[in-house]
Structure formats: structure tokens, C-alpha cells
């Protein structure tokens, strides 16, 4: 199950990587200023986990005019995710958990992948995080081929302003 609404988000430091070099994130420099919105994946370049994140940058104004960042969460390398986003015209911030120590700090850490033998990744998750640094929406999809509700986490940075 992940993490509750209402809980207090973990915080994390993670890393992206683009044209100026690597980067760390840290969650809690959105409190008090931003709302969050975590999506995170399982594997970059594989077919649904694209789809899901090139429509999200298509439509990040969306996210934008309701005072969000929105992040994409990998357990892949910074370097794979700027490889991944160059190739597939991703412009969401892909940040690497490696260890996979944020997907276990937020309960949606898989073994296994669904039993493919490939490997221990995220699942499919959402989760809308206050300015307040609270848990207001939290979502895992039923398999990792299934996609969040993006209208209710809508609703909910709606409801956050």
C-alpha cells in the first residue's frame, strides 16, 4: 500500500541530470512554496512509462497553473533518464532512486517487477504533496502496465489552492 494521505512526505534527495550536469532535488524545497506531484515509474524507455510521461510534459501547464512541479521517479541512472528524456521529449524532471530507498520510504517499492525476473523497481505510483509537505493524494496502480488517475490528481492540486 503507499503512503497514506495525510501522512507527512519523506523527504529525499535525488538526482537528475541534464545539459548543465547532475543536479540534486530535494523535495522539501517545494514546502511553502509549490505543490509536488511524484510520479513515480518503473523503467525507462518501455512503452507505458513514455506514454505516461511525455503526456504529462505535453500537458505540464496544466500542472504549472495549479502551482505544481511535477517529477518523474526512476529507479534507473541519472544518466539512463537524460538519455531517456533527450530521446523521447520528456521535459519533466526525471530523478534517479537508484537505491530505491524513496519507492521503500513511500511503500511502492516492487520485487521482482511483477515476477519478470528483470528486477527490483517502483510501481506505478502518484502522489500529490502539499506546500505543507502532507500527503494529498496517493495512488498505486493495480499492475505497472495500468496508468495513475490523472483527473483526480488534478482534483486534487485543485483543491490545494
Known amino acids: 500500500m503507499p503512503l497514506a494521505i495525510g501522512t507527512k512526505a519523506p ?13 540534486e532535488i530535494r523535495l522539501s524545497e517545494n514546502f ?9 515509474v518503473p523503467l525507462a524507455f ?12 505535453g500537458g505540464l501547464s496544466d500542472y504549472q ?3 505544481a512541479e511535477v517529477y518523474g521517479i ?9 538519455a531517456w528524456a533527450q530521446k523521447a521529449g520528456i521535459t519533466i524532471p526525471l530523478l534517479s532512486d537508484l537505491n530505491k530507498g524513496t519507492a521503500k520510504a513511500y511503500d511502492v517499492y516492487l520485487e ?5 525476473g528483470i528486477g527490483d523497481t517502483a510501481a506505478r505510483a502518484a502522489f500529490v504533496i502539499g ?18 488517475d490523472f483527473a483526480a490528481v488534478k482534483a486534487a492540486l485543485a483543491k490545494l489552492q
Open 11 to 23: 523527504d529525499f534527495a535525488l538526482k537528475t541530470k541534464n545539459a548543465e550536469g547532475l543536479k
Open 32 to 40: 511553502g512554496k509549490k505543490n509536488t506531484v511524484l510520479l513515480f
Open 46 to 57: 518501455t512503452g507505458v512509462c513514455t506514454d505516461e510521461l511525455c503526456s504529462v510534459s
Open 65 to 67: 497553473g495549479l502551482n
Open 74 to 82: 526512476s529507479v534507473d541512472s541519472p544518466f539512463a533518464l537524460e
Open 112 to 116: 521482482n517487477l511483477g515476477g519478470l
Open 131 to 148: 506546500k505543507d509537505g502532507v500527503v494529498a493524494y496517493s495512488e498505486q496502480t493495480p499492475t505497472p502496465k495500468d496508468l495513475p
